[in-house]
């Protein structure tokens, strides 16, 4: 049981350039969700998915677009980065199996784009 | 929701002795808080979780206090390790089940020996 696993671990990009993140889940959780987080701040939500086939925006969707591939797979894509898009990227997931609500966090992907 | 905040960036503690690590929310109708730890290079990892109808829950060696006369929420870690150093945060959870979470900037833990 690998949780959430996110590829790749590091990325540099040229402003301009399109690449897409990956995130998978083996817990057959409904939900999944994009983070960012820049130094020194706390993760804010780009886009999440509630289930397969639907996404919705977070706080800081401009910039890129998401596809809920199946219920394993969230990916992110950025069309073209810009420096600003410089950030750790987080993907997390979670279920409905608990009384309360808990979010299980990947690794995180570090993009720099110069 | 609003976003929560944090009132102190940094939080120094001698090993053994205990920590407090305090939250604000400004969204009265906030109903569900977590707090996360979050290791150097690592994601976010659950820690604890508490609803607005309780005023205290507590789990191995920590323990959070909701005061929501003042929008105010603490988490009490015990006899502190060295693994507990970390930043810490607060999120909150929007009304819907399926919303994604409002995370505090964060507060960096340090444990001297």
């Known amino acids: 049981n690998a949780g959430v696993t996110q590829t790749p671990k590091f990325q540099v990009l040229k402003t301009g350039q399109s690449m897409t993140l990956q995130c998978a889940q083996d817990m057959n959780h409904n939900s999944m969700y994009w983070y960012r987080q820049d130094p020194g701040m706390g993760l804010r939500l780009i886009y999440y998915s509630a289930s397969e086939g639907t996404t919705d925006k977070g706080e800081v969707p401009n910039g890129y677009n998401v596809s809920r591939l199946n219920k394993r797979e969230f990916s992110l894509r950025l069309e073209s980065a810009a420096p600003s898009q410089t950030s750790v990227y987080f993907c997390?997931?979670?279920?409905?199996?608990?009384?309360?609500?808990?979010?299980?966090f990947g690794p995180g992907t570090r993009l720099t784009v110069t | 929701g609003e976003n929560v905040g944090l009132h102190l960036p940094t939080l120094s503690v001698q090993e053994g002795d205990n920590s407090i690590i305090n939250c604000a929310y400004s969204n009265s109708a906030s109903d569900y808080f977590i707090w996360y730890k979050q290791e150097s290079g690592k994601g976010p990892q659950f820690i604890i979780d508490?609803?607005?109808?309780?005023d205290k829950r507590q789990g191995q060696r920590v323990t959070v206090l909701l005061n929501k006369t003042v929008k105010h929420l603490s988490l009490q870690i015990a006899a502190t390790q060295p693994g507990d150093s970390a930043v810490y945060f607060c999120?909150?959870?929007?009304?819907?089940?399926?919303?994604?979470?409002?995370f505090g900037k964060g507060t960096h833990l340090i444990i001297q020996p």
């Open positions: 508490i609803r607005s109808n309780m």
């Open positions: 997390a997931s979670s279920g409905r199996d608990r009384k309360y609500y808990e979010q299980y």
């Open positions: 999120a909150e959870k929007g009304l819907d089940w399926d919303d994604g979470l409002t």
